[in-house]
């Protein structure tokens, strides 16, 4: 369950970042690359490390792309890398 997202028009919507942080999705939100906000608790947890992360107040970035997509992934996290503080 998510609370936002922000899909781009020229991306792929299976290659996204999941961030727990309203902070963190607002500077995503921004980058050339999909985003996922997840912030609220789901009533029944899946198991799901992104939830796992938001109950222990951890600050929580996940990239998912398709499978074998190395060279979007290295994009992605050069970008978190370059963005995020």
């Not at 789901?42 to 490390?49: E, T, V």
Request: glycine share 4%; net charge positive.
């Amino acid at each position: 369950m998510s609370n936002e997202i922000s899909i781009k028009k020229d991306q792929n919507p299976r290659d996204f970042f999941i961030c727990t942080s309203r902070a963190d999705y607002e500077v995503l939100a921004k980058s050339p690359f999909n985003v996922v906000l997840q912030e609220t608790m789901p009533k029944k947890d899946d198991g799901s490390l992104s939830w796992a992360a938001m109950r222990h107040g951890v600050r929580y970035v996940n990239i998912e792309t398709r499978l074998g997509w190395l060279s979007q992934q290295k994009k992605m996290l050069a970008y978190l890398e370059d963005h995020l503080p």
